[in-house]
C-alpha cells in the first residue's frame, strides 16, 4: 500500500496547488534559513568585538564567515527538514484539499483551521528538533560504523515524519480508522529517504503530503 500511495504521489505533484505550495514552502524556509545565518553571524561578529579577536578586514572577517557556514552547514542538516515541513504544514490544506477533490471527490473531509495547522507545524518543528538533538550524541558515535549513524536517522525520522504525515490528513477525516503505526513508519521511511536525495528534497514536503492522502483514502474508500 505504501508503494502504491508513493506511486499515486507523484501526479498528484503535478496540480497546480501542489505547485504553489512548492514555491510557498521554498521560498519560507530559505528566508528562515537567511534569518538564521544573519543572526549567527552577528553573534559571531559581537563575540569577536568583545573580546577583540583579529580585525575585521583580516582573519577576524574571515573567522565569523567560516563560523557561520559551518555551523549553517550543521543546521541545514537537522533543521531543513523539520523547517520545511512545519512551513508546509502551515498550507497543508491546499494540496490536501486539491487532491481530495480530484481523486476522491466522494469523500467527505471536515475542515481543520488555520490555529489548527500553526499548531501542527510548532509541534511538528519541536518534535523533529528535539528528538534529533537528543540522538546528536548517538548519531557522532555511530560514524566510525559507516552506516550506523544514517540507519539511526531514517529509523527516527521515519517515524517522526510518518506522525507528521498521519497528523495532517487524519483529522480530515475522523470517520476513518487511524493508520496503523506500522504504515506510519513505512509511509514515512519513503518521505525520509525523499529528504536525503539533493533537489528530491525540495520536493519531498509536497510529496509527503500527497502520499499520505493517498495512504488514508486510498485504502479506505470506494467510488
Do not use: C, Q
Not at 503535478?14 to 530559505?30: D, Q, Y
Not at 513505512?186 to 509536497?206: K, R, Y
Amino acid at each position: 500500500m505504501v508503494l502504491i500511495a508513493a506511486l499515486r504521489a507523484f501526479p498528484s505533484m503535478l496540480h497546480g496547488a501542489a505547485l504553489r505550495l512548492l514555491v510557498k514552502t521554498i521560498i519560507l524556509t530559505l528566508l528562515l534559513f537567511a534569518l538564521l545565518a544573519a543572526a549567527l553571524w552577528t553573534g559571531f561578529h559581537a563575540l569577536r568585538l568583545h573580546y577583540g579577536w583579529g580585525d575585521g578586514a583580516g582573519w577576524g572577517g574571515w573567522g565569523e564567515g567560516a563560523a557561520t557556514l559551518l555551523v549553517m552547514i550543521a543546521a541545514g542538516w537537522l533543521l531543513f527538514r523539520a523547517t520545511a515541513m512545519a512551513v508546509m504544514g502551515l498550507f497543508a490544506d491546499d494540496i490536501i484539499e486539491a487532491i481530495e477533490r480530484d481523486d476522491y471527490p466522494h469523500v467527505a473531509a471536515r475542515p481543520v483551521g488555520w490555529a489548527r495547522s500553526l499548531r501542527f507545524a510548532l509541534r511538528s518543528a519541536g518534535r523533529t528538533i528535539g528528538w534529533n538533538l537528543i540522538a546528536l550524541p548517538a548519531y557522532v558515535a555511530l560514524l566510525v560504523t559507516g552506516i550506523g549513524t544514517i540507519g539511526l536517522f531514517l529509523a527516527l525520522n521515519a517515524y517522526l515524519l510518518g506522525r507528521d504525515m498521519a497528523d495532517m490528513v487524519e483529522p480530515r477525516h475522523p470517520a476513518l480508522p487511524p493508520l496503523a503505526r506500522s504504515s506510519r513508519w513505512l509511509m514515512g521511511l519513503v518521505s525520509a529517504l525523499a529528504f536525503l536525495v539533493p533537489v528530491a528534497n525540495l520536493l519531498a514536503p509536497i510529496f509527503s503530503a500527497a502520499m499520505a492522502v493517498h495512504m488514508l483514502l486510498g485504502r479506505k474508500t470506494k467510488p
